[in-house]
């Protein structure tokens, strides 16, 4: 499918139609999946909702969609909860800072998507819900583009029990839980890149998610902690695993005036945090300015896990840039035979000391484990941790750069995401 | 507790919901569709744990006179909403993370239910009661 969006004036045509009537929603317009190009008023117009000139809500152009269809919505201020249950259905505002879904701090989710398969949702802004920003669960098959989500009950941008999934030019910030989560998937199948997450309780979450899952090119800053993939009974199929963490920058996550759950508060102070994670790969990232660690790999205690924890294992951590971690800037709590490695970093401090001596990713380590090891009690107890914030009252995010040519664009339902060239990707820049 | 999956098909839950509608308790009849991996359960009192966005188990038939305990495992607030509007279910300002909420079902029937948060009456966070005679 390989459409064109009519421009402004082709909406006005589609809106001149609506007020001769013709406006059926029923009328079969939607090619179902068909690929009729536009630029026309034809059948490839009539595959376009517009929000507010035909529907007078998100809902309504939504629950009338057909597959393949563009919901195309102008700004404004769209005071909804949506709930889309139709497969293949693009839904793109036309500007990214000014078509907002608001839920005054009363409804639960901007967008939430019930196990319908590819749908995308582009250039838009979701506040102040009690639960989400955008959610997707139970889908095959989702994208999230030029999207912002801020001051969101729980998270900013939210995929679950979902697969084959793209997030990406995206911002999310002002959640307790995470700005950004892919959980319960295995293999996820998906990819995050070039997204941003600041004044969260956790910029990424990622419990229970794995298997061909990417967090590249993007920036956790000012969260109370930056990227945690963790395991967890709370939901199903733990371990989380196989997650790839490559060339992000990743800085400064100290910020105790978040909002964060209880997890977040026991995170706080670390750049990227394996909680009981197997399997997964961190490689290129630039990491500072963190007062616990930079990147520590530990357990997790849990009542439901085998022996009460879940341990880490097999997580390999080379070639990234640490800095400036007031406990250690590499650090590990395993079991003996835990199996993680850490080579070739730039650090100056580890946990244990001569960690990548210890550890190492070839050949067999050598050293005392127990010589400097990582303070774990700093990271397991919440005594002395800040208490949470608001929601409601963390900072309002400054305008975010716009979807291009958001009037004109082709759409395409969300399909596999692309291929991650990981062996292409570099160490950031330092801001 | 004894717990064991057996998919209820057309057999004894439609005879069931049959005789439920026959005796005036269309209320709770079910909408005809089918539920799968249906996880029986002996006993006064079956548990149901309620996860981050999962009810688990999501389906369970129960004898009637049965208390279900929904317990919050998750992180998140939940609630429960029952399908056909009937007098049961919790809001999420009392189901928060560690809350337990129990509802005793005396009728046979179909009970449908969902978290309105995380799902809708057929997606998402859904969940099923079937109640049976003992």
Known sequence: MNRVVATVLAVGLVVSAAACGDDDDESGGGSEGGGSSGGALDTGQEDIRAVPEEYDTIQEAVDAAEEGDLVLV??????????????????????????????????????????????????MTARNYTTNGFFW???????????????????????????????????????????????QCYPCDAVMRDVVAENNGLGYSGTNAGGNLYIVDSVFRQNRAGIVPN?????????????????????????????????????????????????????????????????????IDDAEAPGGYYWPSGNVVRGNVVEDSRLADLGVVQEADGGNCFADNEFATTAPTNLETLLPCEGTGSGNPDEGALDIGRLATMDGKPESGVYQDMPIPD?????????????????????????????PDKP | MHRALSLVGTGLLAATLTLAAACGEDDNADDGSELEDVVSIDGSEADVKVLDNTFNDENISVASGTKVVWTNDGRQDHDIIPNDDGDWGVDPDDFEAGAVYEHTFDEPGTYRYYCSLHGSETSGMIGAVVVEEP
């Open chain 1, 231 to 299: 395991s967890g009974s709370y939901e199903l199929y733990p371990p989380e695993r196989e997650t790839t963490i490559v060339g992000n920058l990743v800085y400064s996550n100290n910020n105790y005036e978040t909002a964060a759950i209880d997890s977040a508060r026991l995170a706080g102070g670390n750049g990227i945090l394996v909680a009981g994670g197997n399997d997964n790969v961190i490689e290129r990232n630039l990491v500072f300015d963190h007062d616990i660690a930079g990147i520590a790999v530990v357990l």
């Open chain 1, 399 to 427: 305008d975010q750069e716009n979807m291009p040519d958001a009037d004109s664009a082709d759409w395409e339902p969300a399909g596999a995401p692309p291929e991650v060239d990981v062996d292409a990707i570099e160490v």
């Open chain 1, 74 to 123: 102008s700004p404004g201020v769209y005071k909804e909860a949506v709930t889309v249950e139709t497969d293949d259905i693009v839904i793109r505002g036309l500007d990214r800072n000014d078509v907002i879904l608001d839920g005054e701090f009363e409804k639960d989710n901007g967008i939430r998507v019930l196990e319908a398969d590819g749908v995308a949702v582009e250039n």
């Open chain 1, 137 to 183: 669960t139970g889908a095959e098959g989702y994208r999230g583009s030029y999207l912002t989500a801020h001051n969101n009950g729980d998270y900013g941008v939210y995929a679950f029990d979902s697969t084959v999934g793209l997030f990406e030019h995206s911002y999310g910030s002002g959640s307790p839980d995470a700005g950004f989560y892919i959980g």
